[in-house]
């Protein structure tokens, strides 16, 4: 497995301020002015999902899923966002099996073309760094990164740090539990930059011992100013923490079956017992799904389960919003 890829390359192509053209690669691309502002459209956003709000927003425009990697909510959520907006798509699912890619046609040439057919391209890809390599391949189209391997999940995070906002009304001075695949999750990932961009925020890291994040990761993470704290049982669990968030052991990013087998018998799951005894009262529970044995499913009726509820449909406004002001209509 490799290491996860932490540089400031991005940091070139910023938002500051101005999302119109933009690729959406990474969280260290955002500022904590760039997140109000898409919170503030989000919410608007929110409007028009939840009342049914005919909208011509993105009328005109064509963006193109393409997705290397299966997906529910990203792929999903995409397409209802720029549905609900007007505008229209190109979904190509498995590109290896329907385009020319099974022909041997190389990835930048792929991209190349799908921003020649539209306005955009969302791009899930199973290998890390794939999102920034499409950013250097188009020439005229913004790309924004669905999920790269065990790297980035930006709008994964969006919608996560949106929840979290709209729960406790900020995003500094939280504590957070990170379960699961610490190592290859990008969701981890990019939350721990995204929550790095406010003050005082403190994270306890639970994973089985192979699933940490590699040293040198943890290091430069934890330079960010962010307070990271790994711990090795449920029995550390601290019981004032504001969110819990639960990912899935990775089995596609193993080499084998086997592998996979040995750690996923390591796994925490959450049950009613566990919130009961270790949850505070006032805290969410967060999961980016797919749950597999994450979170047992008695746990749903319990409010402050939020995974199905405000979770999932924050990744509906926040994707509506983010390619409104990516597309130059907001
Ligand atoms: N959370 C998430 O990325 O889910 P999908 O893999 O179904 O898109």
Redesign the pocket.
Known sequence: MSTITISAGHLRTRIDGNFKGKDIVSLDQFSQKDLYKLFTLTHEMKHIAVNSVPSNLLAGTITSLLFYE??????GSFAAAIKRLGGQTLDIQSPETVTSVYKGESFEDTIRVFEAYSDAIVLRHKIAGAAKQAAEAAEFVPIINA?DGNNE?PT?TLLDLYTLYETFGRLDNLTGLLVGDVLNSR?IHSLIRGLSLFKQNTVYLLSPQRLQLPREDFQQLSARGITIIEIASEQEIPHDCDFWYWTRIQKERFASLEDYNGVAQQTFTVTPQLMQRCASKNMILMD???RVGTIEPSVDRDARAVYLRSQIRNGLYIRMALLALVLGKA
């Open positions: 299966p997906s529910s909510r990203t792929f999920g999940h994964q969701t980016p799904l797919p």
